[in-house]
């Protein structure tokens, strides 16, 4: 095994990191415990995960219908599911 020569010297001068120390580094959420992560205010990548009963799809909607709907404000899918949910057969 190869041994990594410390980053730190006696004098605590940090030396120049090469290329081999930067391959071996690691994303913060990958070696921090969840609890300093939320201390450091280190917040999860990514979009939140859903529900779990709902399902994305693509569907094609007239261009003045869905600006219509956004101009309802914020929550305005849920209103629209709300909709069809209502209107299904």
């Known amino acids: 095994m190869k041994?990594?020569?410390p980053l730190i010297d006696d004098d605590g001068e940090v030396r120049e990191l090469?290329?081999?120390d930067f391959a071996r580094f690691r994303p913060a959420h990958e070696v921090l415990p969840l609890e300093l992560q939320k201390v450091l205010g280190?917040?999860?990548r990514g979009r939140p995960a859903g529900s779990g009963d709902t399902e994305q799809i693509a569907i094609r909607?007239?261009?003045e219908?869905?600006?219509r709907w956004r101009a309802t404000g914020k929550g305005w899918q849920t209103r629209a599911a709300a909709v069809l949910a209502a209107h299904a057969p």
Do not use: C
Request: glycine share 0%; aromatic share 0%; net charge positive.
């Open 42 to 44: 280190i917040k999860p």
């Open 3 to 5: 041994t990594v020569k």
């Open 65 to 67: 219908v869905l600006a």
């Open 61 to 63: 909607i007239q261009k």
């Open 18 to 20: 090469t290329a081999e």
